[in-house]
């Protein structure tokens, strides 16, 4: 099924040979839309490539120039709690490494377990913890495409945050930097969760990029990961948590993250 994904991609690239593919988390869509040239590929028109379900989520790729690169970029992603098995984001992620891929930006949108990072906090990605409940790689291992035991040290590149750092820096955009707890979800965390994930070392939760940066660094490729911080975790402020909110807090950040994800595009 990768060669078959891979192969049906590269049928559509032209003469496209992206390096760089990019992950859009909730509400950071309009990245996408300002690829130039594009060819949009609709996930339903890739046979084995699994179909994203959540609003505001539209579900395609998006292959073309951004900053004088040539990108791949994901206009949607694939959660684990829309009941996609983990192994399912390993199979696209080895078809991009078959394409060629080696660096791996992705965005997403978070929780905040302290009240240092309130809503609207655009944060690196140092590191993460994974309280998914399941890793993409349990199977069978191929060793060409990576090793049985991958070591993750260097999870998110050392030097592309350092780069990333810099540029914010430049572009005066201010950016945060932090650990990432995932949670399966659907549910948002009980406030004891909140209060655990924070003594645990997390900064922010979420429900995504995870299993995408775990099955990247298995490729050998290059992390670079963001999150935009859209609500403080539950039981830090009063009153109930909804997608509604959240959407508007990504709108909000989005300006200044694609500005600063697209000056890391340029300068990588
Ligand atoms: N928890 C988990 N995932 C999230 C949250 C949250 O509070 N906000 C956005 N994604």
Same mark, same amino acid.
């Given at each position: 099924?990768?060669?078959? &994904?891979?192969?049906?991609? *590269? ?19 309009? %990245? ?16 084995? +490539? ?7 989520? *539209? ?8 900053? @004088?690169?040539?990108?791949?970029? #994901?206009?949607?992603? =694939? ?6 098995? /983990? ?5 696209? &992620? *080895?078809?991009?490494?078959?394409? @060629? ?9 978070? @929780? ?10 655009? #944060? ?13 790689? =349990? @199977? ?8 049985? +035991?991958?070591? #993750? ?6 030097? %592309? ?7 914010? *820096?430049?572009?005066? &955009? ?35 990029? !995870? /299993?995408? !940066? &775990? ?5 050998? #490729?290059?992390?670079?990961? +963001?999150? !935009? ?40």
């Amino acid at each position: 099924m990768i060669e078959k &994904i891979a192969a049906q991609i *590269k049928a559509r690239l032209g003469a496209y040979a992206p390096e760089t593919a990019i992950i859009l988390g909730s509400g950071l869509g309009a %990245l996408g839309d300002q690829i130039e040239n594009p060819v949009i590929i609709p996930y339903g028109e890739i046979e084995g +490539f699994p179909q994203s379900t959540v609003s505001g989520h *539209k579900g395609r790729l998006i292959i073309g120039r951004l900053e @004088g690169k040539d990108v791949l970029c #994901m206009q949607g992603r =694939i959660h684990l709690y829309e009941g996609h098995s /983990p192994q399912s984001i390993n199979t696209f &992620i *080895k078809a991009f490494q078959l394409l @060629g891929i080696q660096n791996l930006i992705v965005t997403n949108a978070s @929780g905040s377990l302290t009240t240092d990072l309130p809503a609207g906090t655009i #944060m690196l990605i140092k590191d993460h913890i994974n309280l998914s409940g399941s890793n993409p790689l =349990i @199977g069978p291992n191929d060793e060409a495409y990576g090793p049985r +035991f991958p070591d #993750m040290s260097n999870a998110y590149d050392k030097e %592309l945050r350092a780069k990333a750092k810099e540029l914010a *820096k430049q572009e005066n &955009i201010s950016l945060a930097e932090g650990v990432y707890l995932m949670v399966s979800g659907p549910t948002f965390e009980t406030p004891s969760e909140v209060r655990a994930f924070r003594i645990l070392g997390a900064d922010v939760v979420g429900m995504s990029t !995870v /299993p995408e !940066v &775990i099955c990247a660094v298995h490729s050998g #490729m290059k992390v670079l990961g +963001f999150s !935009v911080v859209v609500n403080l975790g539950c039981g830090l402020k009063e009153g109930a948590i909804n997608h509604a909110e959240t959407l508007r807090e990504a709108d909000k950040a989005s300006a200044n993250l694609i500005k600063l994800v697209r000056t890391c595009i340029r300068e990588i």
